[in-house]
């Protein structure tokens, strides 16, 4: 994958901001929120996102502003009126692509392509016999979305290290190992080799994306040589939160912020060094008001 340059700021005075070269969106996003821009300008119908279309609140307050409604779940689809549903970046279950389809829905596909991989990973090797092992948030809607592609119920999401030792499993298991897209790749090695140590016929695919990788690694060294580190992010942006944790390792004064307006950092233009670095969802007009500001 192609490395962009850092984006650096420096004063007279020596004071000094980066902003991490993988900095915000990635192909996915970029490709889900494209496709519902082109959807929303083009639609005669109602439109609506199953879900989030991605997790940033300004995202998605946008799209609002264009037409395109968020569909709570909760909601029977029988009472909507029939129109396109776009499925979240990512992804959804197998059953709900089936019920809506039979809800009249016309569908698109916003699903990030890597995500789609996984979900053709589990439903091939679960049909194959295997037990499924899901590295990742068991609340997250992308692993919500992973389980729901297993043939079967064999399957368990696992977040800790506590969970993958207590892992028991008949000794002849065939096992296959996919993890969240946006999972920590340090984590994913340890919980991995923690369940080949238990002797079962495992098969481990890194399913973390490139951009995710190359994300966590300069977020590392970035706030390695950072007195502040700022990581922007949705609230509920689990890669944005897994960068935070990332940075906070290595920089003790590390702030998570939405906008530019939260950002509220004491002695701020007395900092020498500050580095910048920001989700998967992240637009960069956000990015650019934080790095503007972090300048005097």
Request: with cysteine; proline share 4%.
């Amino acid at each position: 994958m192609e490395e962009h340059k850092e984006t650096v700021w420096k004063s007279p005075d020596g004071r000094e901001v980066r902003v991490a070269g993988s900095a915000g969106f990635c192909f996915g996003v970029k490709r889900a929120v494209d496709g519902l821009s082109d959807l929303a300008a083009k639609a005669r119908g109602p439109v609506y996102t199953y879900g989030p279309i991605i997790h940033n609140e300004t995202v998605v307050k946008d799209f609002e502003k264009q037409g395109v409604d968020l569909y709570d779940e909760k909601t029977p689809l029988s009472s909507l009126p029939k129109g396109t549903m776009v499925l979240r970046s990512h992804g959804v279950s197998r059953q709900v692509v089936h019920d809506l389809e039979n809800a009249g829905f016309q569908i698109s596909d916003a699903t990030c392509p890597f995500v789609g991989k996984i979900h053709r990973t589990v439903e091939q090797y679960s049909r194959d016999g295997y037990y499924i092992i899901i590295l990742g948030d068991p609340s997250h809607p992308e692993v919500e979305g992973i389980t729901g592609w297993v043939v079967g119920d064999r399957y368990k999401v696992i977040s800790t290290e506590e969970e993958a030792e207590a892992l028991f499993l008949p000794p002849d298991t065939k096992v296959c190992v996919v993890s969240q897209t946006t999972f920590r790749f340090d984590k994913f090695e340890k919980l991995v080799e923690m369940i080949v140590q238990k002797g079962y016929d495992t098969y481990a695919q890194n399913t973390i994306c490139n951009a995710t990788e190359l994300r966590q690694r300069e977020a590392a060294e970035l706030s390695a040589w950072a007195d502040v580190m700022l990581v922007i992010g949705g609230k509920n942006s689990s890669n944005s939160r897994k960068l935070f944790d990332i940075c906070r390792d290595h920089c003790g004064r590390t702030y998570f912020l939405q906008t530019a307006e939260e950002l509220s950092v004491p002695d701020l233009y007395s900092i020498q060094h500050i580095g910048i670095t920001a989700g998967a969802s992240t637009p960069e007009k956000i990015i650019e008001e934080v790095f503007k500001k972090c300048q005097k």
